[in-house]
């Protein structure tokens, strides 16, 4: 239940360069480190195991960067958004950075399901002459194979410009398509029809916004 005393500031960060190789576990015990370096007033949890009152959004997958992700943080004393930042700041990596603060409100959607919308762009190894989108993508949960339909996750079309590649993935409360899933499968299956060579991999891979 949201505590109508805290206040709940919404941070904005990057997350780049070698950093993008944590786990999400990885990432959120930093940024936890940074926040304590920046001496903001978080609240604490009750209970026998109190911890830190900070809800982070949706995890990216080992090896995806981000441009746009986000945490919220629960204060218990009102700091300037500007200054919260600039602590933020100092306290925080150059590959794990915070880019802007703002308050919202404290029954505000939980940062996990805030942005359901995710834009992702890859940058291939080359470019290829065409690419071919998978119909399905198998996967395995639980040491379990499911199979996925790419139009039941893909908004809007794949875009090509060179060795760039632009696509936007929603997840839903039944589940959702992992961005990296999806590049594996898309990229061999381009290979596959013979519009590019073998070894065609993502050279980098970001997750450039997200929205409701």
Same mark, same amino acid.
């Given at each position: 239940?949201?505590?109508?005393?805290?206040?709940?500031?919404?941070?904005?960060?990057?997350?780049?360069?070698?950093?993008?190789?944590?786990?999400?576990?990885? =990432?959120?015990?930093?940024? #936890?480190?940074? =926040?304590?370096?920046?001496?903001?007033?978080?609240?604490?949890?009750?209970?026998?195991?109190?911890?830190?009152?900070?809800?982070?959004?949706?995890?990216?997958?080992v090896g995806v960067g981000g441009t746009s992700e986000f945490f919220d943080?629960?204060?218990?004393?009102?700091?300037?958004?500007?200054? !919260?930042?600039?602590?933020?700041? #100092?306290?925080?990596?150059?590959?794990?950075?915070?880019?802007?603060?703002?308050?919202?409100?404290?029954?505000?959607?939980?940062?996990? =399901?805030?942005?359901?919308?995710?834009?992702?762009?890859?940058?291939?190894? #080359?470019?290829?002459?065409?690419? /071919?989108?998978? @119909?399905?993508?198998? =996967?395995?949960?639980?040491?379990? @194979?499911?199979?996925? /339909?790419?139009?039941?996750?893909? !908004?809007?079309?794949?875009?090509?410009?060179? !060795?760039?590649?632009?696509?936007?993935?929603?997840?839903?409360?039944?589940?959702?398509?992992?961005?990296?899933?999806?590049?594996?499968?898309?990229?061999?299956?381009?290979?596959? @029809?013979?519009?590019?060579?073998?070894?065609?991999?993502? /050279?980098?891979?970001?997750?450039? !916004?997200?929205?409701?």
């Open positions: 239940m949201a505590d109508p005393r805290l206040f709940r500031l919404r941070v904005t960060f990057r997350e780049t360069g070698r950093l993008a190789l944590l786990s999400h576990l990885e =990432v959120a015990r930093a940024l #936890e480190r940074s =926040v304590r370096r920046a001496g903001l007033p978080y609240a604490v949890s009750q209970g026998f195991s109190p911890h830190m009152r900070i809800a982070f959004g949706a995890a990216l997958p943080l629960f204060l218990t004393d009102y700091v300037a958004p500007d200054k !919260a930042l600039a602590a933020l700041q #100092e306290a925080s990596p150059a590959d794990l950075y915070p880019t802007a603060t703002r308050y919202i409100e404290p029954r505000d959607p939980a940062a996990s =399901v805030a942005c359901p919308v995710s834009t992702y762009e890859v940058e291939l190894s #080359e470019a290829p002459r065409a690419l /071919v989108v998978p @119909e399905t993508v198998t =996967v395995v949960r639980k040491k379990k @194979e499911k199979t996925l /339909v790419v139009a039941d996750y893909l !908004a809007g079309s794949v875009t090509q410009e060179g !060795a760039r590649v632009t696509f936007t993935l929603v997840s839903k409360p039944t589940g959702s398509l992992r961005a990296d899933a999806f590049v594996r499968e898309l990229l061999a299956a381009t290979v596959a @029809e013979g519009y590019a060579a073998e070894g065609l991999r993502p /050279v980098s891979f970001l997750r450039v !916004a997200q929205r409701g």
